[in-house]
């Protein structure tokens, strides 16, 4: 009688080897109640990687799915085959949610973490000529883009930086971040106030990773409590609105999800909480892959185990890259908060339907929401639908009471790295990266291969292509 193998094999996928970078075959496959991927380097040997804790979570990722979204034009062509194409090119499988415009290396931190090396050693500012050409691939791209990110190093100390928020401003852009660690913001109310006056369609990126002041020492070099303190008290001045965000180790600050969760729940200014696990790419000091990484299904449990709000059927997969993004949404009503994820039919997010949301007709559920909506917290107009509030999810047809200062998001977004770098996953990266010459890079592919010096190494892998065609 044959003899089973000890897993069940799933799919096959391409990767790379976390040594060369070579792409390399990988097979997925379940084993003890988790999902592995198994790879072998011709030179390196094999590996195996953990992709997910939670099977049953593994297998409804893969139900949601919806037609790819295509950018409005193409920015390379297809030679080498993913990833060493990027980009956009042909062959990727959805445009720009979101595109990062770095305007500078510098930073008045030096993060052990970075995935982009940044540091006060490094005092290169972009040009408003090279930012103007930046934000212009962007539009040419996209029409409209969803979301632009002024990020870094750090975004608030480039000497042109309120020029450069006009530029964001001036151009058809619905919402515009700023990705920042909130020293600026902290020392400088004014500072404060006149980004308040960008709104609407305009967000801070509050880097929130802890409570403790070890922790902090550990991730950023620096106890920064009482800046976090400073900065979020000037942002309720202004309510001005702020996604907290959390890089998360595992066994460092994983416990305090919940926490995090809880307290921006009571700022008037917060408008969810980020979870990013730490992407293995760029400066990673006193950093293990072997012990430290963490998957979304992980990050996902925590959520539900140590939060207050948010319950199994909150946290789903989000339809255009669901491997690496999962999102649960509440309203928050005065005191009361209300999740909202499970009100939604996931049917409607998968068609495509643009128009409109089904919420669950359960006459409990139904009755408390407008039971909430009608008692006064809710402010009495909406100035946005929720697809301007909630990255890849379609417009909604809501109660007209639901507005920015009602909707609390959590997201879990995982970048993919060396280790569960998955090319069948990352052609759906719909976070990306504008380059200094104008492509638009999926943000996993960009850290690994195309910051900085790193695209002498993918010019070794393409030459390694080019010759074994030859």
């Known amino acids: 009688m044959p003899k089973n193998r000890p897993y069940l094999y799933h799919e096959l996928t391409n990767s790379i080897c976390t040594t060369c970078y070579r792409k390399v075959e990988a097979k997925i496959i379940e084993e003890d109640g988790r999902i592995y991927m198994v790879k072998r380097c011709l030179v390196?040997?094999?590996e195996k990687v953990l992709i997910s804790t939670d099977v049953d979570y593994y297998h409804r990722t893969r139900e949601f799915i919806k037609p790819s979204e295509m950018p409005l034009v193409w920015n390379t062509p297809i030679k080498y085959g993913c990833p060493y194409d990027c980009g956009l090119c042909p062959d990727h499988e959805q445009h720009s949610c979101l595109t990062l415009l770095e305007i500078t290396d510098h930073c008045n931190l030096q993060c052990p973490i970075c995935f982009a090396e940044s540091s006060p050693h490094r005092t290169s500012y972009r040009s408003l000529e090279q930012i103007a050409f930046m934000l212009d691939r962007i539009v040419e791209n996209e029409g409209e883009p969803d979301i632009v990110q002024i990020s870094g190093g750090?975004?608030?100390?480039?000497?042109?930086f309120f020029e450069i928020l006009d530029m964001c401003k001036s151009r058809p852009i619905q919402h515009i971040m700023l990705n920042t660690n909130g020293i600026r913001i902290a020392q400088d109310r004014e500072f404060t106030k006149r980004l308040a006056s960008y709104m609407p369609g305009f967000e801070i990126y509050l880097q929130f990773d802890s409570f403790e002041a070890d922790v902090?020492?550990?991730?950023?070099?620096?106890d920064l409590r009482r800046i976090r303190e400073d900065a979020i008290r000037h942002l309720n001045?202004?309510?001005l609105s702020t996604t907290l965000v959390v890089t998360l180790k595992k066994g460092l600050n994983d416990t305090e999800i919940g926490k995090i969760i809880q307290y921006g729940l009571k700022q008037k200014a917060v408008r969810g909480v980020t979870i990013q696990p730490i992407q293995a790419a760029g400066r990673l000091e006193g950093y293990d892959p072997a012990t430290d990484r963490l998957t979304v299904s992980e990050v996902r449990q925590?959520?539900?185990?140590?939060?207050?709000?948010?319950?199994?059927?909150?946290?789903?997969?989000?339809?255009?890259?669901p491997d690496c993004l999962a999102m649960g949404y509440a309203l928050k009503l005065g005191r009361e908060v209300l999740p909202l994820t499970r009100m939604i039919e996931p049917s409607i997010l998968l068609e495509g339907d643009s128009n409109t949301i089904?919420?669950?007709q359960d006459p409990v559920i139904r009755g408390k929401l407008f039971e909430l909506l009608s008692t006064g917290h809710s402010p009495i107009s909406s100035a946005l639908s929720l697809k301007s509030l909630l990255c890849c999810l379609p417009l909604a047809a809501v109660p007209k009471e639901i507005n920015y200062d009602n909707v609390f998001r959590v997201i879990i977004m995982q970048f993919l790295d060396a280790y569960n770098f998955d090319v069948r996953s990352v052609k759906k990266s719909c976070v990306h990266i504008v380059h200094p010459d104008g492509r638009i890079i999926p943000f996993d592919t960009y850290n690994l291969f195309y910051r900085d010096d790193k695209e002498k190494l993918l010019e070794e892998r393409k030459q390694e292509i080019a010759t074994a065609w030859d």
């Open 44 to 46: 390196h040997g094999p």
């Open 302 to 321: 925590m959520i539900i185990d140590q939060s207050e709000v948010f319950q199994e059927d909150d946290i789903l997969p989000v339809p255009c890259h």
């Open 358 to 360: 089904v919420f669950e």
């Open 216 to 222: 902090l020492k550990e991730l950023r070099g620096a």
């Open 154 to 160: 750090e975004p608030t100390t480039h000497p042109q």
């Open 237 to 239: 001045k202004y309510n």
